[in-house]
């Protein structure tokens, strides 16, 4: 595609469900990124994908969060029993090799 | 794990004027140097970058300055104009290739007409 894209770009949820977010990279882009970025600060590292193999995830904050690239491709990260201090601009990025990384859109995530 | 400063966390300037913002890191042995311009409600976007074994980079208006000893690099931004204004987040990369990039806090630059 043209850009990095990320789906939904808004999504509300009650604390104690699940959400999967949804990020499509710049198609052939080996390296994938997932951060979390609160208002006014800046991007949180939280996991990254080289193709398919999960790198590093020292950033997860916890076991409610994983992630996935299963075809090195398509990424989704998953929450599970969302409690309200998960609320944040959830983005991912993607680079062809090493260096520029191209950020998605986001997804903001709101839990009631 | 790396650690990185930036400042100021607000910069206002006169147009015209120039801008410098100012990145401190932990690591000695991190070795690319991103910054990232993130206008309101807008993705982050690469601007300049700078590798370990370069002092000094520029491209038009934006410069990008390293000093390895000291473990700080800087944004310089010349003859700002009202489009400049944005928040500016800078980064520090260990081994580049797919390592995690630990970013700045931020600076916020306002651009006075």
């Known amino acids: 595609g043209a850009g990095v894209s990320q789906s939904p770009r808004y999504k509300v949820t009650k604390r104690g469900q699940d959400v999967a977010l949804r990020c499509d990279p710049i198609s052939g882009h080996v390296s994938l990124y997932w951060y979390r970025q609160a208002l006014g600060q800046g991007p949180e590292f939280l996991t990254y994908f080289n193709y398919e193999a999960q790198q590093d995830k020292s950033g997860l904050p916890n076991d409610r969060f994983s992630a996935e690239r299963p075809e090195g491709s398509i990424s989704t990260l998953t929450i599970q029993r969302t409690e309200q201090r998960d609320s944040a601009m959830y983005r991912c990025a993607s680079s062809l090799a090493s260096d520029e990384q191209f950020f998605g859109p986001g997804t903001r995530l709101t839990v009631l | 794990g790396e650690n990185v400063e930036q400042h100021p966390s607000t910069l206002s300037v006169q147009e015209g004027d120039s801008a410098v913002i100012k990145c401190t890191y932990s690591?000695?042995?991190?070795?690319?140097f991103p910054w990232y311009k993130q206008e309101l409600g807008k993705r982050p976007q690469l601007i300049i970058d700078i590798r370990s074994n370069v002092g000094e980079k520029k491209d038009q208006r934006i410069a990008v300055t390293l000093n390895k000893t000291a473990k700080h690099f800087s944004l310089h931004i010349t003859e700002t104009q009202p489009e400049d204004s944005a928040v500016y987040f800078c980064?520090?990369?260990?081994?580049?290739?797919?390592?995690?990039?630990?970013f700045g806090p931020g600076t916020r630059l306002s651009v006075l007409p």
């Open positions: 980064a520090a990369v260990l081994d580049n290739y797919g390592q995690n990039f630990v």
């Open positions: 690591d000695s042995a991190s070795n690319y």
